[in-house]
């Protein structure tokens, strides 16, 4: 197994470029099975998670080269329909083929997926999406069996104990991409992965509006057309990157990146006293000399992400004074607190709440990944503590950020990757 090993205290300055969003392209790829033509993604992320979803796009029958982040996929025929365990337990997003597969195959069996490091993940909502459309879903020796004769557009009611789901309502899109009629989803997820995903299939020759609002509908039929796309900058990447440049009191240009999609964040971090330039397609962040505490409620897009929850910790550990974060999406997603704690962070958690009072310094320590976001977070602790930090179980992070050591050496970071 591989860890970063981090020399801390650098401050991080200069320039990268934001890969493209791998909660983007993971859906993107397996929605190029709903169609028998060429489908050409630019800037897709060459990371663990987009190699497995294409390792099980290709047994599916997919035909795929991958060149300088331009992946190419073209499924003339679908010659299997499930999705094994052994790909699924690597990575949940694999649940996309099952909408995909039931639009253009009408049968799909996708190992179940269940829980992870950041808690229960039930995919209720997922198959919900495609009942309602008209096909027959059993869950029977741990996979999801479902069949349809006729797809049949339908009012989706997408609602669960919290909220709406990002993966339930991309599923459903693919399914009633390819059904006959008219389906709506309410409430719909608004995040900008959905919303690429959408303007995806609509490039395809899909007929989809409302995307980014709380009501998508989709005009089912059978017309596709090839396709090259571009997908959008991965917005966690980036905001990744923003803590990094104020945790170490440094200043980070991002180029290729969308600040539009990164308001609360910004805005956050604005109140924890970073300077924030923004354009277009390029952001600058710099840390002022006086760091304040913030208090921080995660929520669904346009809300504060989940998936930044665990970096805004790490920074709040050494902003003097007291901050919170309440977890709304996933309660439990707090594992990388008592690794922080390791470091020297004082962090009480209660139930979906955090209290961080900042400590004066970090010092460094072995740590464990225990999730993707929480190793970045660790990472960025390790960046400004003091002395020596080992973050081992670093194949977390392979998982979500395109080559993230080489982008911090560039930026000053004293990171080297090493075989345990
Ligand atoms: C996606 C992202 C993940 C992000 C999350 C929330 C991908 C590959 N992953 O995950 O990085 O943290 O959105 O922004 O894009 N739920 C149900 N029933 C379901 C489905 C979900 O109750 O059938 C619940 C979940 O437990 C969670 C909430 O709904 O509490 C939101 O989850 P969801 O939006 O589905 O997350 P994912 O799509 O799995």
């Given at each position: 197994?591989?860890c970063?090993v981090?020399?801390?205290?650098?401050?991080?300055?200069g320039e990268?470029r934001?890969?493209?969003?791998?909660?983007?392209?993971?859906?993107?790829?397996?929605?190029?099975?709903?169609?028998?033509?060429?489908?050409?993604?630019?800037?897709?992320?060459?990371?663990v998670?987009?190699?497995?979803?294409?390792?099980?796009?290709?047994?599916?029958?997919?035909?795929?080269?991958?060149?300088?982040?331009?992946?190419?996929?073209?499924?003339?025929?679908?010659?299997?329909?499930?999705?094994?365990?052994d790909?699924?337990?690597?990575?949940r997003?694999?649940?996309?083929?099952l909408?995909?597969?039931?639009?253009?195959?009408?049968?799909?069996?996708?190992?179940?997926?269940?829980?992870?490091a950041?808690?229960p993940r039930?995919i209720?909502?997922?198959?919900k999406?495609?009942?309602?459309?008209?096909?027959?879903v059993?869950?029977?020796d741990?996979?999801?069996?479902a069949?349809?004769?006729?797809?049949?557009?339908?009012?989706?009611?997408l609602q669960?104990?919290?909220?709406?789901?990002?993966g339930?309502?991309?599923?459903?899109?693919?399914?009633?991409?390819?059904?006959?009629?008219?389906?709506t989803?309410?409430?719909?997820?608004?995040?900008p992965?959905?919303?690429?995903?959408a303007?995806f299939?609509?490039?395809?020759g899909?007929?989809?509006?409302?995307?980014?609002?709380?009501t998508i509908?989709?005009?089912g039929h059978?017309?596709?057309?090839?396709?090259?796309y571009r997908?959008?900058?991965?917005?966690?990447?980036?905001?990744?990157?923003?803590?990094a440049?104020?945790i170490?009191r440094?200043?980070?240009?991002?180029?290729?990146?969308?600040?539009?999609?990164?308001t609360?964040?910004l805005?956050?971090?604005?109140e924890?006293?970073?300077?924030?330039?923004?354009?277009?397609?390029k952001l600058?962040?710099?840390?002022?000399?006086t760091?304040?505490?913030?208090n921080?409620f995660?929520?669904?897009?346009p809300?504060?992400?989940?998936?930044m929850?665990a970096?805004?910790?790490?920074?709040?550990?050494i902003?003097?004074?007291?901050?919170?974060?309440?977890?709304?999406?996933?309660?439990?997603?707090?594992?990388q607190?008592?690794?922080?704690?390791?470091?020297?962070a004082?962090?009480?958690i209660?139930?979906?709440s955090?209290?961080i009072?900042?400590?004066?310094?970090?010092?460094?320590?072995?740590?464990?990944?225990s999730?993707?976001?929480?190793?970045?977070a660790?990472?960025?602790?390790?960046?400004?503590?003091?002395?020596?930090?080992t973050?081992?179980?670093?194949?977390?992070?392979?998982?979500?950020?395109?080559?993230?050591?080489r982008?911090?050496?560039?930026l000053?970071?004293r990171?080297?990757?090493?075989?345990?």
């Amino acid at each position: 197994m591989q860890c970063f090993v981090i020399e801390g205290g650098k401050k991080l300055s200069g320039e990268i470029r934001i890969s493209g969003a791998k909660n983007s392209a993971l859906p993107i790829i397996a929605a190029s099975l709903l169609s028998d033509k060429r489908v050409e993604l630019e800037n897709t992320p060459d990371l663990v998670d987009i190699r497995t979803m294409i390792e099980l796009v290709k047994q599916l029958g997919t035909e795929v080269t991958f060149h300088r982040n331009t992946l190419t996929l073209h499924t003339p025929k679908i010659k299997r329909v499930d999705a094994p365990y052994d790909i699924v337990r690597k990575m949940r997003a694999s649940y996309y083929v099952l909408g995909a597969l039931i639009a253009r195959a009408k049968k799909a069996k996708v190992s179940m997926p269940g829980g992870c490091a950041i808690g229960p993940r039930p995919i209720d909502l997922h198959i919900k999406g495609l009942d309602v459309l008209g096909a027959d879903v059993e869950i029977k020796d741990g996979f999801i069996n479902a069949r349809a004769r006729k797809l049949k557009g339908a009012a989706v009611d997408l609602q669960g104990p919290k909220g709406t789901s990002v993966g339930a309502t991309i599923n459903t899109m693919f399914a009633a991409a390819r059904a006959s009629g008219i389906t709506t989803i309410t409430p719909a997820a608004c995040e900008p992965e959905v919303v690429d995903v959408a303007d995806f299939l609509n490039a395809m020759g899909c007929t989809i509006s409302g995307q980014g609002t709380h009501t998508i509908t989709i005009r089912g039929h059978d017309y596709v057309r090839a396709v090259r796309y571009r997908i959008i900058p991965d917005r966690i990447e980036s905001g990744t990157f923003a803590v990094a440049a104020v945790i170490t009191r440094g200043k980070i240009t991002m180029r290729g990146c969308n600040p539009a999609h990164m308001t609360s964040v910004l805005d956050k971090l604005g109140e924890i006293g970073a300077k924030v330039n923004r354009s277009v397609s390029k952001l600058t962040i710099s840390s002022s000399r006086t760091l304040r505490p913030a208090n921080i409620f995660v929520a669904p897009y346009p809300g504060f992400p989940t998936d930044m929850q665990a970096q805004l910790m790490a920074l709040l550990s050494i902003v003097p004074g007291t901050g919170t974060i309440k977890e709304t999406i996933f309660p439990n997603r707090f594992m990388q607190a008592v690794e922080l704690m390791r470091m020297g962070a004082d962090i009480t958690i209660e139930g979906d709440s955090a209290v961080i009072n900042g400590v004066k310094r970090l010092s460094g320590a072995r740590v464990m990944a225990s999730d993707l976001r929480a190793s970045a977070a660790l990472v960025l602790a390790g960046l400004v503590a003091k002395g020596k930090t080992t973050v081992s179980r670093i194949y977390h992070l392979d998982r979500g950020y395109d080559r993230f050591e080489r982008k911090l050496g560039k930026l000053g970071a004293r990171i080297k990757r090493v075989n345990e």
